[in-house]
């Protein structure tokens, strides 16, 4: 995550970024401090559960699908917009621009993020399975 968070960081270094851009830097930002100060359940302690999960789980599942909606802002602006956007036409090997950069760094952070939520599902199945036993 950090690392997405610097490629976003680099390049918006030389400003003219859009609103979507700086709101998607910023809810990736926002969430990254939120999972350096995660406190998760102890093993061996009883927590404050419901369906299997801990509250602060809970937390963490929705601001990453909040800052997945807002990533997907972003790319939806961009692939929206017509102006500016010459570099979709190229088909030749090229140095990327700096929006070429932001929309494949937006692409990136997509993916990351949904592959977390895919985690957090298949962890919530297996403890609901497990619940039943």
């Not at 859009?18 to 302690?45: D, H």
């Not at 917009?81 to 990136?108: C, F, L, M, N, V």
Request: include cysteine.
């Amino acid at each position: 995550m950090n690392s997405l968070i610097d490629e976003l960081n680099r390049d918006n270094r030389l400003g003219g970024s859009s609103t979507e851009y700086n709101n998607m830097l910023a809810a990736m930002k926002n969430l990254s401090k939120s999972l350096v100060g995660f406190n998760g359940p102890v093993c061996g302690k009883n927590a404050d559960t419901k369906n299997g999960h801990v509250k602060a789980l809970t937390e963490i599942r929705e601001k990453i699908r909040e800052t997945l909606i807002s990533v997907n802002e972003y790319i939806y602006y961009k692939q929206s917009k017509q102006k500016g956007e010459e570099w979709r036409d190229i088909k030749e090997p090229h140095e990327p621009s700096r929006t070429e950069r932001r929309y494949h760094d937006a692409e990136r952070c997509c993916e990351f993020l949904t592959k977390q939520l895919e985690k957090y599902d298949e962890l919530t199945e297996k403890l609901a399975a497990f619940k039943e036993c």
